[in-house]
Nanobody
């Protein structure tokens, strides 16, 4: 089992920045990729960014150049640095982890609101 706890959401003005954190615990040795997803009201959950345990990163086109995913293996934590935030970035952001046993785990989500 893997447990994921997100933090760092909040209210920010357009053009501002936030950093989300996702702390993993449990059978973390089995994780091979971690990612961030988001779900806005009335919309499907969508992938935002992902990072493999080898450090390869991928991003949704809508966040390229503005968001950066990174990890700190010593702290078992994945981060999402979000810059130049737009109102359309408003959503609940979820951390996810995929394991070698083909399981996927989710955090509880953290609200990000971009508004003036």
């Amino acid at each position: 089992q893997v447990q994921l706890v997100e933090s760092g959401g909040g209210l920010v003005q357009p053009g501002g920045s936030l950093r989300l954190s996702c702390a993993a615990s449990g059978t973390i040795f089995s994780i091979y990729v971690m990612g961030w997803y988001r779900q806005a009201p009335g919309k499907q959950r969508e992938s935002v960014a992902a990072i493999t345990n080898g450090g390869t990163t991928t991003y949704a086109d809508s966040v390229k150049g503005r968001f950066t995913i990174s990890n700190d293996n010593a702290k078992n934590t994945v981060y999402l640095q979000m810059n130049s935030l737009k109102p359309e970035d408003t959503a609940v952001y979820y951390c996810s982890a995929n394991t070698a046993t083909m399981d996927r785990y989710w955090g509880q989500g953290t609200q990000v609101t971009v508004s003036s």
